[in-house]
């Protein structure tokens, strides 16, 4: 159940070759205070086994996401616009695959957001 107070983030977590990083954006993502999120992943055309990776850690950890896997590479601004056409967050946020962040950034990112609109 959605707490209505606090809107919906969307995490895009934009990953091309960086598989083995993965596990440590994800775990950031997993470890957060603030709890209305909802996370895309995106894959861009990877030749390694990032997709593999991927699907493994999402299934292991039992995350719900929305997994795109793209047929060509596009790079990072056709991707960002992906994730922001997909997300039904209010506010969007990118994170590389090889990303890591402390488990308050979109808590504090919030209460910045709230303070500002005073």
Known sequence: MRNE??????VCIINYNQGR??????NSYLSQTY??????VIDDCSTDNSVEVI????????VKANFICN??????????????AVG?????????????FGPKRYEKLMNAA?????
């Open 88 to 100: 039904k967050g209010s506010y969007f946020s990118v994170v590389a695959s090889d990303d890591y």
């Open 35 to 40: 709890k209305e999120l909802e996370l895309i």
């Open 21 to 26: 990083f993965f596990a440590d954006a994800l």
């Open 71 to 84: 047929k060509a590479n596009q790079g990072i601004c056709k991707n960002m616009n992906l994730g922001i």
């Open 5 to 10: 107070g606090n809107p919906l983030i969307s």
């Open 55 to 62: 699907n493994r850690l999402l299934n292991e950890k039992n």
């Open 114 to 118: 709230k303070q500002a609109d005073d």
